[in-house]
């Protein structure tokens, strides 16, 4: 049982928990997920870790009411506990040597993704922008940890309501053109988000990082869910990634893909309205 430590609502559909898990906080690296089980009768959800805490023995949660499992999770106050975590799983993010200037991207929930590899970025002495999107200001995230693990942080908003109107790929063009030099680009977030970012950066060969998000069930490579297409070769996101050379990616077919269950997300819907 992983014990529930601290609890925030930071807004209507995201939720952050910190978890008490010694075992993982000790092994965890910034790219890195685990899988929980809420209870035995859960459903298999991986979650990036967002951050972790070696000493106190703790890693936090980001995530988005979407479905049943994440709805229970949500349900859970301080002093109630998961029970089952497997991780931390994946492949951590990796920086060649000579970066020095990195711009990380997050889009909504992806900037619980982007945060830990800004924090550690930055922690290493390195120039990070951060460049975050949402549609609106009541949804906006992570504000002021993003300032503190920044050396220049950028919000936008799909509606103008706060920050920069407009999507990242915008901001992240407009510094590019004002002759901003990144090493790499690191962009997190929905799947059509990060496909253009990729063709952004792509003719001027700036070396471009994804955190994918494919269906995974098992998480060891077994099953299968999680294959994507990279450099016309296939990987699996949990074993492999979920970081991957966003210019080698083949993101239309990535998003049939994650498609597959749509028809039935909708169904599920429908009845929860009812």
């Keep these: 049982m992983f014990p529930i430590v601290e609890k925030k609502v930071l807004n209507q559909g995201v939720v ?25 009768y859960g459903e298999r959800v991986p979650l990036t870790i967002a951050d972790y805490d070696r000493e106190g023995g703790t890693i936090t949660l980001i995530f988005q009411l979407v479905g049943n499992s994440t709805r229970r999770l949500a349900e859970l106050e301080e002093g109630d506990a998961v029970l089952d975590l ?13 970066v020095k200037s990195v711009c990380v991207i997050g889009g909504g929930v992806g900037c619980a993704i982007a945060y830990p590899q800004a924090k550690q970025l930055y922690n290493q002495g390195l120039e990070v922008d951060v460049i975050a999107g949402f549609r609106s200001k009541d949804i906006v995230i992570l504000e002021e940890e993003f300032k503190a693990a920044s050396t220049n942080l950028y919000i936008c908003t799909d509606d103008g309501t706060y920050g920069t109107k407009g999507f990242v790929t915008n901001v992240l063009q407009e510094q590019i053109d004002s002759g901003k030099k990144y090493d790499m680009v690191i962009a997190i977030g929905p799947i059509p988000m990060m496909k253009f970012v990729c063709k952004g950066t792509e003719p001027y060969g700036i070396k471009t990082i994804v955190s994918l998000n494919p269906i995974m069930i098992d998480g060891t490579g077994m099953c299968g869910g999680c294959r994507v297409t990279v450099g016309g070769q296939t990987k ?10 966003g210019h080698q990616v083949d993101f239309d077919e990535l998003m049939r893909r994650n498609g597959t269950y749509r028809e039935q997300e909708h169904e599920c819907r429908m009845m929860k309205q009812l």
């Design 86 to 98: 497997v991780g931390p799983l994946g492949v951590p993010t990796e920086i060649p040597e000579d």
């Design 236 to 245: 699996y996101a949990c074993v492999d990634g979920p970081d991957f050379d």
């Design 16 to 40: 952050q928990i910190k978890l008490a898990a010694p075992l993982i906080a000790k092994k965890a690296l910034p790219g890195q997920f685990i899988i929980f089980r809420v209870d035995e």
